[in-house]
């Protein structure tokens, strides 16, 4: 039962943090930010509408999508309490007040339904998130300390970095789960792994250790490693559980399948015969509530009544008939959505920016529809972040390309490259929109990847 306003914690109990929640509304140059955690990505349409509701009630009717699958509203007014019940009514709340900023753990769009999926990662991710919200110390952590999940899907953000990631491989007919300590399954190798029947205990040892070991300053994984080496962990890590660790070379020179390319975009087929999932990006991770309302309608008529966020800053049915994917994805389309992979517009982001951040250094979003246009005039559609300022907000990992502001209008180019860190390679200095459009174009044919 969703917790009523009144229990939850007095906004002075709430750890202090830049990062907002559901229960934490956080100020910018256009008013509150409130971020709603979906577990797994999924909410149901009759949440969706709560939510489409509650930004034109509350807010400027702004809603955005996260590179980690869930939703923000932003403009939020002065009535932040009215704004949290409505919300707490839906059922989008914790269960645990204290455990909101907690609940980070990253799961495919396609859990469940994907064909390549080594086991339903759904049961496993719902004992973890139980437990993230139950154990009181945990509670402890940064709310940018973050884990994923991924069980194999063809349909998987394996890019993001985490402070915990755990993925499934098969040995010898065996399933089991591999984990890494800061990093992700796309560029990391596992440092060990245990049987399905012991994540949970895993994950709890892991967390425990870090809030032991960790320092105050020492938010972030990465930060507890630079002092503690990771076989030590590790070791500590085998004490604490009832199941032996495997770190035999099989599992630590396993390398993860890549992901498929633009899976979340259109029609992908479901492991349920005759079933398949539909797909659209939102523009520049900016939802209107009528493009949600539209949305949850669909998903409703034409799916499972659910729909779920993905992290690329997209939106999914589940469970549509193979008969009636063309109509949903046409409603998607009608709704706003992109629904083809060759749109130069899908394949960009772009954080906040200077119209309502107040370290952006630049007008993000609307230099981001220039460069979209033109480069889908000249049928390019590369992969493209733009960022107001260095903090990367909008891009959990390096894109291929990333124009970094400089001042209003003016663009540092960096293409990324697997030998440098930050953004990749320095190709061009306080550019304008038009200049780096001319040089994108003229590159096209070039390999911007690692």
Known sequence: MTEPLSARPPATALRPSACPGLLRIVPALDGGICRIKLPGGVISASQALAVADAAERFAGGVIEATNRGNLQIRGIGADHDGLIRTLLNAGLGPRNPASDDVRNLMLSPAAGVDPQQLFDARPLAEQILLTLENHPRFHELSPKFALSLDAGEGLAMLEHPHDLWLSALNLGGETLLGFGLSGCPAKDFPVAAVPLSAGVELVVAVL??????????????????????????????????????????????????????????????????????????????????????????????????????????????????????????????????????????????????????????ADTKADALLLAAYLQERGVSPGVHVSGCDRSCAAAHTAPITLLAVSAGHYDLYFRHADQPGFGALRGRDLTIEAVGALLTADSRSNTDD
């Open 208 to 361: 425990e250790l870090f809030l032991e070991h960790a320092r105050p300053e020492q938010t972030r994984m990465r930060h507890l490693l630079e002092d503690l080496p990771v076989p030590v962990f590790l070791g500590q890590v085998s004490e604490r559980l009832t199941t032996p660790l495997r770190t035999d070379r099989a599992i630590t020179s396993w390398r993860r399948t890549p992901a498929r390319v633009n899976a979340h975009i259109g029609f992908s087929p479901q492991k349920q015969s005759g079933l398949m999932c539909v797909g659209g990006v939102v523009p520049l991770g900016r939802l209107t509530p009528s493009t949600l309302r539209d949305a949850a309608t669909l998903a409703v008529e034409l799916g499972d009544g659910t729909l779920t966020m993905t992290p690329w800053q997209s939106l999914m049915l589940r469970n549509v008939r193979n008969e009636r994917a063309a109509l949903a994805l046409d409603g998607l389309r009608a709704a706003g959505l992109l629904c083809e992979a060759d749109k130069a517009l899908s394949q960009m982001i772009a954080c906040t920016g200077a119209a309502a951040c107040g370290k952006g250094l």
